[in-house]
């Protein structure tokens, strides 16, 4: 059964660094992207970062560039997002799903099939 499971999330200081996780389960990484998305209290889900399945091109929004850096480990079977230098701006809810990809490229554009429940992420001092 597909299902994705996001961990990691937590409590941390300005400046400090947290490691989420995207555990995935009914389908092989290597054939779809997969992004993380987040979403904060009143707002939209918005992505944040996506990796294709299998070239493991990646891509970010602007305001993660440089502090985020989103990885897969095919035989896991689970996706990372390790988040350095985190800004009150990034608290959300962080969610992982399955994108869509032309080509090599993953796009950050939910497929629309499989949300978890998430990861809360707080920055805070």
């Known amino acids: 059964q597909l299902q994705l499971v996001e961990s990691g999330g937590g409590l941390v200081q300005p400046g400090g660094s947290l490691r989420l996780s995207c555990a995935a389960s009914?389908?092989?990484?290597?054939?779809?992207?997969i992004g993380w998305f987040r979403q904060a209290p009143g707002k939209e889900r918005s992505g944040v970062s996506c990796?294709?399945?299998?070239?493991?091109?990646?891509a970010y929004v602007d305001s993660v560039k440089g502090r985020f850096t989103i990885s897969g480990d095919i035989a896991k079977n689970t996706v990372y997002l390790q988040m350095n230098s985190l800004k009150p701006e990034d608290t959300a809810v962080y969610y992982c799903?399955?994108?869509?990809?032309?080509?090599?490229?993953?796009?950050?554009?939910?497929?629309?099939?499989?949300w978890g429940q998430g990861t809360q992420v707080t920055v805070s001092s």
């Open positions: 009914g389908f092989r990484l290597n054939y779809y992207g």
């Open positions: 799903t399955r994108v869509i990809t032309i080509g090599n490229m993953c796009l950050m554009q939910s497929i629309g099939d499989a």
């Open positions: 990796i294709s399945g299998s070239a493991g091109m990646t």
